[in-house]
């Protein structure tokens, strides 16, 4: 755990100010790694985003882009299929860590105890830890993985499209974990 925090101080202090050119306020960058933190495996909107991290909403889409041009997070883009239907699509990306742990350094207090406590978060970054593994795996093989929602709130968690095929998946770290 103490490694990926020195890991994130490092991104905000020295990464990004390399790769931008300029000298960029590291406890801002943090208030917004936080709320990525609390908001993973979601399609939380930039503007919530932009409320919890106390920063201007064009701030945010800057280190959004700064973050994930260092690697650091990654979007599961929305999945639509070729089919008609009444319900609306909703194409927000869920954001995610290109490596849930660090979801988990974001927080001062998230040890193991803490998330036995907080299942909910826990299942939000169980759900990143499996999109994590299916990029993986279907990556080489060309394979991509989006997510699911519609206005009706029919939602699933992964969907991986390859060759034109695709195999939906629904995360859960319980049985009885609610929807």
Request: charged share 25%; with cysteine; net charge neutral.
């Amino acid at each position: 755990m103490r490694s990926n925090r020195n890991y994130l101080k490092q991104v905000r202090e020295v990464e990004v100010n390399q790769l931008t050119g300029r000298k960029c306020d590291p406890q801002r960058i943090e208030r917004l790694l936080k709320s990525l933190g609390r908001n993973v495996a979601s399609d939380v909107q930039r503007r919530v985003l932009a409320n919890d991290s106390g920063l201007a909403e064009s701030t945010v889409d800057q280190y959004l882009d700064v973050l994930t041009r260092l690697m650091l997070i990654e979007d599961q883009a929305a999945w639509s299929p070729s089919m008609r239907s009444a319900a609306t699509l909703r194409l927000a990306p869920k954001r995610h860590f290109v490596d849930p742990s660090l979801a988990v350094a974001t927080s001062n207090t998230a040890g193991p105890e803490a998330l036995l406590h907080e299942l909910s978060h826990m299942g939000s970054l169980f759900e990143s830890l499996v999109v994590r593994d299916l990029r993986v795996l279907s990556q080489p093989l060309g394979g991509t993985v989006f997510h699911y929602r519609d206005s009706n709130d029919l939602e699933v968690d992964a969907v991986v499209q390859l060759d034109g095929q695709w195999a939906a998946f629904e995360i859960k770290l319980a049985k009885s974990q609610p929807g």
